[in-house]
C-alpha cells in the first residue's frame, strides 16, 4: 500500500533522499571523530554528545529507515520526512546545549520514534520473517532507550527525576541503544542479505529474542538494582548475550565468507563477534569488581572499543554494502575508492580499537584519522553513485 503511494520513481528518489540526509549529519560525527583522534581538539561534553547522536541518529538511524524504505519499496512520506527533519535538528540542539530546546526537540523526536515502532510492528505482521522481526524488536529497544533519553534530558533541563538516586541513567540507555537496538536490527539485515531467511526459524527467533531480553535485563537492572541484585542481573544478562552471539556465529557467520554475499558485508559479521565480545569481557569485569561501579576509567577504553566496533564495524560496513548493492546499476567513477572505504575503513577501526583496548595513545592517533578520511573518501564516492543511479529494487 506504502508503496503504491509514492510510485516507482517516488520510492527511489524516497531512498537517495533518506541517504543523502543521513550521509551529509555522519560529516560532522567523522570530523569530530578525526578531531578528536589526533588530539588537537579537546571536546567538550556537549560537543561529544553531539558526536555520539549525529552517528547514531544522524546517520545509523536515518540510514536504517532508508534501508526499510529500498526493501519496502517505499514507506510513509511522513514518516521519512518528520525522521529527515527532526533528527538533525536535535543533534543541533546537542551541539547548542541549551537545555530546554533539548527537552523539546527531544520529545517531539520522541513521537516520531513511537510512531517508526507502531509502523515497524505493522511491517512484521504484512511480513512475518526473521528480518522484519529482528527489526521490529529493535526500534522497539530505539523506543524505550528514547523514553530513557528524553527522561534524562527533562531532568538535565532542571526538571523531576524519574529514578532512583542509585540509577545509572546513561549506561542504561546506552547498553540497550548499541546492543538490542543496533545489533539487533544488524542481525535481522544479515540475516537478510547472507541468508536470505524468508520464515522464523527457531533458533534465530531464540538468538534475536534473546539479545532483545539482554537489552531490557541490562536497562532494567542499571535503573533500578543495585548491590549484590546488580551482580545477579548482571550474570543473567551475560548468559543471554552469549547465547545469542554463539547462536550468531553457528547460523550465520560460516555463510558470511562464502563467495558473492559482498564483502562489507561479511566484514559486518565478522565485527557483530568482535563487538559483543569486547562488551561481554566489559560486563564481566563489572560483576567480578565492584568498585568498577563507582570509577570505569579501567574499563572505558574497552567500551569505546565495543562501541566503534558496533558503529562503524557492523553497522557503517552494512550501511555501505546496502548503498552498493542499491546502486548496482552503476559503475564506481573511481573504483579504488571501493578499495579505500573496505579497507581503509577497516583497518583503521581495527588500528582503533587496539590503541583503546591497550590504551596507546599513538594507535588511536593514526586509526581514527585513517578510519575518518576512509570514510569521507567512501561517503563521497557512494554519493555520486547515489546520484547517478535509478536505484536497484532490492532483491
Ligand atoms: C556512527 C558513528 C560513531 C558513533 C556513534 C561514535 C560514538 C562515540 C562514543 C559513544 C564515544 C565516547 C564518548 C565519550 O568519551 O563519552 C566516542 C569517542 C570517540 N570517537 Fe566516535 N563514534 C562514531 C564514529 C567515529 C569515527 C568515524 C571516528 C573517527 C574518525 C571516531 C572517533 C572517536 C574518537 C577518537 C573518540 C575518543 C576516544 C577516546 O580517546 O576515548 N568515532 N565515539
Ligand atoms: C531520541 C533518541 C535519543 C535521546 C533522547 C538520547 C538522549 C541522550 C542523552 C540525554 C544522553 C546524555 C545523558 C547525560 O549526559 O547524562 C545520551 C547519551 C548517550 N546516548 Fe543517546 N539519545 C538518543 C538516541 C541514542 C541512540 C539511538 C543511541 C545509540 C544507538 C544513543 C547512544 C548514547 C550513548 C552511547 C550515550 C553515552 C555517551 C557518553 O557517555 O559518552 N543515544 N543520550
Do not use: C
Amino acid at each position: 500500500m506504502m508503496a503504491s503511494m509514492t510510485g516507482a520513481s517516488g520510492w527511489a528518489a524516497q531512498v537517495r533522499r533518506l541517504f543523502f540526509v543521513a550521509m551529509a549529519v555522519f560529516l560532522v560525527t567523522i570530523v569530530i571523530g578525526i578531531l578528536n583522534g589526533l588530539d588537537v581538539v579537546e571536546f567538550n561534553r556537549d560537543q561529544l554528545l553531539t558526536h555520539v547522536h549525529s552517528g547514531t541518529l544522524g546517520w545509523i538511524t536515518l540510514s536504517l529507515i532508508a534501508a526499510s524504505a529500498w526493501f519496502l519499496r517505499g514507506i510513509d512520506g511522513r514518516l521519512a520526512a518528520g525522521m529527515a527533519i527532526l533528527v538533525p535538528v536535535y543533534v543541533a540542539a546537542f551541539y547548542l546545549a541549551i537545555p530546554a530546546l533539548r527537552a523539546v526537540a527531544g520529545a517531539a523526536l520522541l513521537i516520531m520514534v513511537l510512531w517508526l515502532v507502531v509502523w515497524a510492528w505493522g511491517v512484521y505482521r504484512e511480513h512475518r520473517t526473521l528480518p522484519t522481526l529482528a527489526i521490529a524488536l529493535g526500534f522497539t529497544t530505539f523506543t524505550y532507550g528514547a523514553v530513557i533519553g528524553v527522561l534524562r534530558q527533562v531532568q538535565l533541563a532542571g526538571g523531576p527525576t524519574f529514578f532512583p538516586p542509585t540509577a545509572d541513567v546513561v549506561g542504561a540507555h546506552a547498553s540497550a541503544m548499541v546492543f538490542s537496538y543496533l545489533i539487533l536490527v544488524a542481525m535481522g539485515l544479515l540475516e537478510w542479505r547472507i541468508l536470505g531467511t524468508k520464515g522464523l526459524p527457531k533458533l534465530a527467533v531464540i538468538q534475536v529474542g534473546a539479545l532483545f531480553a539482554g537489552g531490557m535485563i541490562l536497562s532494567f537492572t542499571l535503573l533500578f538494582l543495585s548491590g549484590d541484585a546488580l551482580q545477579a542481573a548482571g550474570g543473567v544478562d551475560l548468559l543471554v548475550n552469549v547465547v545469542a552471539v554463539a547462536l550468531f556465529a553457528i547460523r550465520v557467520l560460516p555463510s558470511a565468507f562464502r563467495g558473492g554475499v559482498g564483502r562489507h558485508f561479511a566484514m559486518s559479521a565478522a565485527f557483530v563477534i568482535v563487538a559483543v565480545a569486547l562488551v561481554l569481557y566489559v560486563v564481566s569485569k563489572f560483576i567480578s569488581d565492584p568498585s568498577l561501579a563507582t570509577d570505569p576509567t579501567p574499563i572505558t577504553g574497552i567500551l569505546i572499543a565495543s562501541d566503534h566496533s558496533a558503529f562503524i564495524g557492523v553497522i557503517t560496513n552494512l550501511v555501505l554494502g546496502v548503498l552498493l548493492a542499491a546502486t548496482a546499476d552503476r559503475a564506481s567513477r573511481w573504483p579504488w575508492a571501493d578499495q579505500v572505504a573496505l579497507w581503509g575503513t577497516n583497518l583503521g577501526l581495527i588500528v582503533f580499537v587496539a590503541g583503546l583496548i591497550t590504551a596507546t595513545t599513538i594507535l588511536k592517533q593514526i586509526g581514527a584519522p585513517v578510519m575518518g578520511v576512509s570514510l569521507l573518501v567512501a561517503l563521497a564516492a557512494l554519493a555520486m553513485r547515489l546520484r547517478d543511479s535509478e536505484v536497484v529494487p532490492a532483491a
